[in-house]
């Protein structure tokens, strides 16, 4: 399955800056996937990541908030834009690897932002 | 709507203890269930997918079921030890044509010992 490097492992941050994630696969994938996860809950998808193309964000987050770039089919990173203390948590890179017969999802070792 | 549910929140068990974790998804088209851990404040590691058309997965003191008609997957843990100390949780892929995957809220297993 893929590797996936991810930096800054955490940080921490003041409120009103912004912080950019960045995150390397070790082989070419096709989509990557950004996940918050806010203390104590589970994990949900802020966008969808494919080279050469705009992002896709889900519903409640946008890309003046939350901008992403492709530049290519192994490198993205996530900006975390004008930052508050409600963007405290966990953000995390992932693709979906295809092995002999199944697919499954890979993840980085995530991000853990503090905002003050 | 697809919901994926975890019970329990949370387990404590001494070490070497058997354990079961529970999953649970409302729609059973799927196309396939990944069990994952995470470490605090940590990301997430693959332990065991299981495509729709099989019925468990096994790694290592690790075994992963999957009944799909009832909405169900458990991850069994043999002879339990402190260092499995983390968060599990499980997520499905929908069959309805979407890549996103579901997660469900997790398992907090502590093991004493």
């Known amino acids: 399955s893929a590797v996936i490097s991810q930096k800054p492992s955490r940080d921490i941050c003041q409120r009103g800056t912004s912080l950019t994630i960045q995150c390397q696969v070790d082989s070419q994938v096709t989509m990557m996937f950004w996940y918050r996860q806010q203390p104590g809950q589970s994990l949900t998808l802020i966008a969808t990541a494919n080279q050469g193309s705009e992002a896709t964000y889900e519903s409640g987050f946008v890309i003046d908030k939350f901008p992403i770039s492709r530049p290519n089919l192994t490198f993205s990173t996530l900006t975390v834009s004008n930052m508050s203390p409600e963007d405290s948590s966990i953000y995390l890179c992932?693709?979906?690897?295809?092995?002999?017969?199944?697919?499954?999802?890979?993840f980085g070792s995530g991000t853990r932002l503090t905002v003050v | 709507k697809q919901e994926v549910t975890q019970i329990p929140a949370a387990l404590s068990v001494p070490e070497g203890e058997n354990l079961v974790l529970n999953c649970s998804f409302t729609?059973?088209?799927?196309?396939?269930l990944q069990w994952f851990r995470q470490d605090p404040g940590k990301g997430l590691t693959s332990l065991l997918l299981?495509?729709?058309?099989?019925r468990e997965q096994t790694s290592g003191r690790l075994n992963a079921s999957l009944d799909k008609s009832s909405g169900r997957s458990t991850l069994y843990i043999a002879a339990s030890q402190p260092g499995d100390s983390a968060t599990y949780l499980c997520?499905?892929?929908?069959?309805?044509?979407?890549?996103?995957?579901?997660f469900g809220t997790g398992t907090r297993l502590k093991v004493l010992a």
């Open positions: 992932s693709v979906e690897t295809a092995g002999s017969t199944n697919y499954g999802y890979t």
């Open positions: 997520a499905v892929r929908p069959t309805s044509g979407t890549y996103k995957y579901i």
């Open positions: 299981i495509q729709s058309s099989q």
């Open positions: 729609d059973s088209a799927i196309y396939n």
